[in-house]
């Protein structure tokens, strides 16, 4: 048992670490809204460190990334979201233009996922 585990050691270690992603800021976040029940979507642009009212959601935006050199490649934004009458947010983290799925917003009517970082 000590032999497995001293392989599994020497396998990590001689496995190369991955990069991370080079991001730089945009200077804000296209968003999109959908109201499930009624199946209206709006695209909602916000400038960094903003807030958006948008039916009952209120939405803050900390700050949008987007990898460098390449702002259309993905977008990464920092995101808190208040229902109406909830003291805690709905929605608080960082949401990733290309995988909506990993940190999603739960909420029973609306959703809200980022399309892309602004750069003007």
């Known amino acids: 048992?000590?032999?497995?585990?001293?392989?599994?050691?020497?396998?990590?270690?001689?496995?190369?670490?991955?990069a991370q992603e080079q991001v730089e800021p945009g200077t804000g976040v296209?968003?999109?809204?959908?109201?499930?029940?009624?199946?209206?979507?709006?695209?909602?642009?916000?400038?960094?460190?903003t807030s958006h009212q948008q039916s009952s959601l209120r939405i803050e935006l900390g700050e949008c990334r987007h990898p460098v050199g390449n702002p259309a490649g993905d977008a990464y934004a920092f995101l808190t979201i208040h229902a109406e009458n909830d003291t805690k947010p709905v929605f608080s983290g960082w949401m990733i233009a290309s995988s909506p799925a990993l940190n999603p917003m739960e909420h029973p009517r609306y959703d809200v996922w980022v399309l892309r970082c602004l750069t003007q």
């Open 30 to 49: 296209v968003l999109r809204w959908l109201d499930k029940i009624n199946g209206v979507t709006q695209d909602i642009e916000m400038a960094n460190a």
């Open 1 to 18: 048992m000590r032999r497995a585990g001293l392989w599994t050691l020497c396998a990590m270690l001689s496995t190369p670490v991955l």
